[in-house]
């Protein structure tokens, strides 16, 4: 899949202890090497963070660069 950083993520599973649903949008803003891990931040329509979780390859579906 290669995710790299800004590229923009759809979530395959829910994160209730954030309030995302599978399906959520966010941005990448950090690749973790070791272990491999992402950290995306999701934002609201007006573009204020609501949530910020580090997530795995497979928490995550790449829909576009």
Known sequence: M???EYDVV???RA???HQLSE???GAVVMI???PP???VEFCD???ITIALA???ETDLEKVSQ
């Open 15 to 17: 994160l209730p202890e």
């Open 32 to 34: 973790y090497r070791d």
């Open 54 to 56: 580090t997530l795995s």
């Open 10 to 12: 759809r979530l395959r």
């Open 2 to 4: 290669s995710i790299q």
């Open 23 to 25: 399906g959520a949008i």
């Open 45 to 47: 329509s007006d573009g």
């Open 37 to 39: 891990a992402y950290e």
